[in-house]
Nanobody, 123 residues
Framework: VQLQASGGGLVQPGGSLRLSCAVSGSSFSSVVMGWYRQAPGKQRELVASITSGGSTDYADSVKGRFTISRDNAKNTVYLQMNSLKPEDTAVYYC??????????????????WGQGTQVTVSS
């Protein structure tokens, strides 16, 4: 199982970026997919999450500016980030539950992380 994140970069304050994260190698569609971020010297924090049914949750600091969405057919999650601020600067990680069947048919399900993509908001 692999999660491939993309879309980070350098943007000026007030600008926008769209992150994508595709899950491959999973035998199941993810129930919960989410984005986390970690700034230098800080703990990793939840930015937003979304269930397979479309229920969403956001950190207070990004409400009204970020939108999480997903394409269940592609097992891909997106994060549209608008009105970016310097304090949004961090490495962004996607996370999703995924799994596979062993050779004996036993399902193995766990939480998987993407490799992280840098978002820098600076003038």
């Amino acid at each position: 199982v692999q999660l491939q994140a993309s879309g980070g970069g350098l943007v000026q304050p007030g600008g926008s970026l769209r992150l994508s994260c595709a899950v491959s190698g999973s035998s199941f569609s993810s129930v919960v997919m989410g984005w986390y971020r970690q700034a230098p010297g800080k703990q990793r924090e939840l930015v937003a999450s979304i269930t397979s049914g479309g229920s969403t949750d956001y950190a207070d600091s990004v409400k009204g500016r970020f939108t999480i969405s997903r394409d269940n057919a592609k097992n891909t999650v997106y994060l549209q980030m608008n009105s970016l601020k310097p304090e949004d600067t961090a490495v962004y990680y996607c996370k999703a539950d995924a799994g596979y069947y062993t050779d004996s048919g036993v399902p193995v399900v766990g939480n998987y992380w993407g490799q992280g993509t840098q978002v820098t908001v600076s003038s």
